[in-house]
């Protein structure tokens, strides 16, 4: 896990310091909702706070199925190289009637020179704890339709049908 010192500002984008914004859940905080949870998600990727990410998937995630250590070393491979640069949070709904809530952004990830942005419409379920990411469908920067900033729910499901 990278360091940052409380001082810094928060890798999810707020305008706040890490340690009053995403350092609060890391520590063992619970975000008070699921768009709180996402960023935290995101600084955790940003951080590899790899635990923190086993910590917020939902018991009914299909991760969840097997064992923290080969899923930690298997993330930790994948994600060895990536910086998670910017995250924009474009749209959030619900809970709805099945209490799940959604969340829709793009996040700024570079890959030594490639670009592996992507933006996802995540679903998040509370457990009866805290919030935790359920599941979501992403799509990488090039088929998503421009500008990123104008991006809603129905825009990224109607490029996702392409």
């Known amino acids: 896990m990278s360091e940052l010192r409380p001082a810094e500002s928060c890798p999810c984008g707020a305008p706040t310091l890490y340690d009053a914004c995403c350092g609060r859940y890391h520590a063992g905080g619970e975000p008070p909702d699921a768009e709180s949870l996402m960023r935290s998600r995101f600084s955790a990727y940003a951080r590899r706070d790899l635990a923190y990410l086993w910590r917020t998937l939902h018991p009914s995630h299909d991760d969840r199925q097997g064992a923290f250590e080969s899923w930690r070393a298997e993330l930790a ?44 419409h995540s679903r998040f379920a509370h457990d009866g704890t805290g919030w935790r990411y359920l599941d979501g469908v992403a799509l990488a920067q090039r088929d998503l339709p421009q500008p990123i900033s104008a991006l809603d729910f129905d825009a990224f499901h109607l490029a996702a049908r392409r």
């Open 77 to 120: 491979s994948a994600s060895r190289t990536l910086r998670f640069r910017k995250l924009r949070v474009l749209a959030t709904s619900g809970p709805d009637r099945e209490g799940i809530a959604h969340v829709l952004f793009h996040a700024v990830v570079t890959d030594g020179r490639k670009n592996r942005s992507f933006a996802e």
